[in-house]
T-cell receptor, first 111, second 117 residues
Framework: DAKTTQPTSMDCAEGRAANLPCNHSTISGNEYVYWYRQIHSQGPQYIIHGLKNNETNEMASLIITEDRKSSTLILPHATLRDTAVYYCIVIGAGNNRKLIWGLGTSLAVNP | GAGVSQSPSNKVTEKGKDVELRCDPISGHTALYWYRQSLGQGLEFLIYFQGNSAPDKSGLPSDRFSAERTGGSVSTLTIQRTQQEDSAVYLC???????????????FGPGTRLTVL
């Protein structure tokens, strides 16, 4: 599975959009981009995933570049409860096993 | 419905003792995963169960670690002769594959914080 690179930390003002980048330049054609987040002292929580088209759900939007080498997770109106570590993971179809977790981005939403 | 539950929430043990950590997955989920997370680190895969298939044990760090899944539901992770480096949060997740061959959302429990003195 492809490796991902994310900034170590980011800040965002409450009510503003939080844009979290992820680089996955070695992604291959059948690999999906998944985002999870982990609020302090809790287990990770699934946010969204995509293959090549942009995706949106009730939590966030996922923008994947045309060459699929990078993506951005967008929280449109960040709240204090969105303070968490955000993990970008690339995983191939058929590999329903080991999610390879990096260190993620620690997002601090400030009042 | 109920999510993934884990017990105990916290476990403090002495070096050399054995510990058992329990995971109750979401009812009907056929896949179950164990991960561990050391302080300030990402998650480290340990083991994966899928239905009646042989588990993927490739992430277990040593033969002191073992896991079972009885009746396709509850799972127990056992660590024998615990060492201080085993101190971590042990997370369990389950998923319900809806599409064959495609990764599906993993639902995580709250974890068990293990401290080995």
């Amino acid at each position: 599975d492809a490796k991902t690179t994310q900034p170590t930390s980011m800040d965002c003002a409450e009510g503003r959009a939080a844009n979290l980048p992820c680089n996955h330049s070695t992604i291959s054609g059948n690999e999906y981009v998944y985002w999870y987040r982990q609020i302090h002292s809790q287990g990770p929580q699934y946010i969204i995933h995509g293959l090549k088209n942009n995706e949106t759900n009730e939590m966030a939007s996922l923008i994947i570049t045309e060459d699929r080498k990078s993506s951005t997770l967008i929280l449109p109106h960040a709240t204090l409860r969105d303070t968490a570590v955000y993990y970008c993971i690339v995983i191939g179809a058929g590999n329903n096993r080991k999610l390879i977790w990096g260190l993620g981005t620690s997002l601090a939403v400030n009042p | 419905g109920a999510g993934v539950s884990q017990s105990p929430s916290n476990k403090v043990t002495e070096k050399g003792k054995d510990v058992e950590l329990r995971c109750d997955p979401i009812s009907g989920h056929t896949a179950l995963y164990w991960y561990r997370q050391s302080l300030g680190q990402g998650l480290e895969f340990l083991i994966y169960f899928q239905g009646n298939s042989a588990p993927d044990k490739s992430g277990l760090p040593s033969d002191r670690f073992s896991a079972e899944r009885t009746g396709g539901s509850v799972s127990t992770l056992t660590i024998q002769r615990t060492q201080q480096e085993d101190s971590a949060v042990y997370l369990c997740a389950s998923s319900s594959p809806r599409q064959r061959g495609v990764h599906n959302e993993q639902f995580f429990g709250p974890g068990t914080r293990l401290t080995v003195l």
